[in-house]
């Protein structure tokens, strides 16, 4: 089978939708070409926090001091596979490479109008889809369990502040009294105001899923092959045969890597991969009412509504499709027992995903540089749901020949094909 469309998006996650609808308001025939598994989307079991104080990569100048930890898997925060190491090390220097101070500030001088413009584009999204309701402006909160540990993050609170992300500072009874559900005494909290979630961002994908088929957009079902240019364009093969247009973005998370090496781009790119496991709050328990990350157990709880908890582990880095790895999920839903009153847990099995994650922690956004009419839009890490709208809005922007709304610049895809040695 054999069709044609102006564009195709390769991916259906929340970045590669969000490019499928805004491309579709401007007028363009999309096809989007996506494996169908709504599971298996990054985007599924995302912790839905939306958040302007985003700022800030995993590659934090607080790794060096957390390092030895980190290399005898003793953080619940990291996990490493030894036998897939050798695959990362490139990725893995230029990661250390960028847990400086003066990069920590230059990212998250970048990240800050993407992530400003997250917030009112994901609101925009959502009143189309019909799914409002899901997105709450409840604020997330940041817990430390000692005192220690918040003076530790002194440098990430002077940060944000120098770029007038507002947030409060919690003691153990502030805490207590703004969020009762939590019963573990925490010594110091950060509560980021300027933040909202998303309760089960898997139905927010399912609804924009609609609202981009409403729209006239075609869905592909089955994964892309390769894809070539031609005379006039690109050929996308996939399962049930090919798809000309006259551009492609690629957006498809974690895999995007390996769909653009045989075009010659060896991105810097590591699959991040997490887990989730859901649960039911005791009864008698008050509601959580934000995700709050425990610093302390390298892991987040987020409220999805009916009383459910969805209990989300640290990184692991792993080959994509390697065999699930329990122990960091089970570790968070031990530390959670502690954290809040949880029933029983709600799921046969842990979820598990993969961030498309750069070392420098910004995505990679823009044209292609040596193929015309090929768009990147991945590697958003862990802002991939909170920022996706937003980047379906540059990417249109920039499909269509405007100047985008957000300044992409950083975000360029060649800055992660300057360095040696790229996997």
């Known amino acids: 089978m054999d069709e044609t469309a102006d564009i195709v998006v390769i991916g259906g ?14 007028g363009l025939d999309v ?3 996506d494996p169908g598994e709504a599971r298996a989307r990054t985007s599924y079991g995302n912790a839905g926090v939306v958040s302007r104080g985003s700022i800030l990569p995993m590659s934090s100048p607080a790794l060096w001091g ?6 005898r898997n003793a953080d619940r925060g990291l996990r490493l596979n030894y036998a897939h190491l050798p695959r990362i090390i490139p990725y893995t220097a230029h990661f250390l490479a960028s847990a400086r101070a003066s ?8 990240l800050l109008p993407l992530t400003s413009a997250a917030y009112p584009a994901h609101e925009r999204l959502a009143a189309r889809a019909g799914t409002s309701e899901r997105l709450q402006r409840t604020g997330w909160l940041k817990a430390y369990r000692t005192e220690a540990a918040f003076a530790a993050a002194a440098l990430e609170r002077e940060i944000l502040s120098e770029h007038g992300v507002a947030f409060e500072i919690l003691d153990t009874a502030g805490l207590r009294e703004t969020e009762p559900a939590l019963v573990r005494p925490y010594a110091r909290a950060m509560l980021l105001t300027e933040t909202g979630s998303v309760r089960e961002p898997g139905r927010l994908i399912e609804a924009c899923e609609a609202l981009f088929s409403g729209l006239g957009g075609r869905r592909l079902r089955g994964s892309v092959g390769r894809l070539w240019q031609e005379a006039g364009g690109w050929r996308v093969a996939h399962e049930a045969g090919t798809v000309r247009a006259r551009q492609i973005v690629l957006a498809a998370g974690a895999a995007s890597g390996a769909i653009a090496r045989p075009l010659g781009y060896r991105f810097a790119v590591a699959a991040e991969r997490g887990y989730h496991r859901h649960y039911a709050l005791h009864p008698g328990s008050p509601p959580l009412t934000r995700p709050v990350l425990d610093t302390g157990a390298g892991s987040i709880i987020a409220p999805m509504g009916d009383h459910r908890i969805r209990v989300l582990s640290g ?3 792993n080959a994509r499709h390697a065999a699930p790895d329990h122990t960091q999920i089970e570790a968070a839903c031990r530390e959670a027992a502690g954290t809040l009153r949880l029933g029983g847990p709600l799921d046969n099995a842990p979820w598990l995903g993969a961030r498309p994650s750069t070392p420098d922690g910004m995505p990679v956004i823009g044209r292609a540089p040596r193929h015309e009419g090929l768009l990147f839009a ?17 990417v249109a922007d920039l499909a269509t020949d405007r100047p985008p709304r957000v300044p992409v610049a950083a975000f360029a895809p060649d800055r992660l094909l300057r360095w040696p040695r790229l996997v």
């Open 378 to 394: 991945f590697g958003h890490g862990h802002i991939g749901l909170s920022t996706g709208p937003i980047t379906g809005e540059i």
């Open 13 to 26: 996650g929340m970045v590669g939708l969000a490019c499928g609808i805004a491309l579709r308001d401007r």
């Open 103 to 110: 990069r920590w500030r230059r990212a998250a001088e970048a």
């Open 31 to 33: 096809v989007l070409c």
């Open 315 to 317: 990184v692991e880095l």
């Open 66 to 71: 957390k390092l030895p930890a980190y290399l």
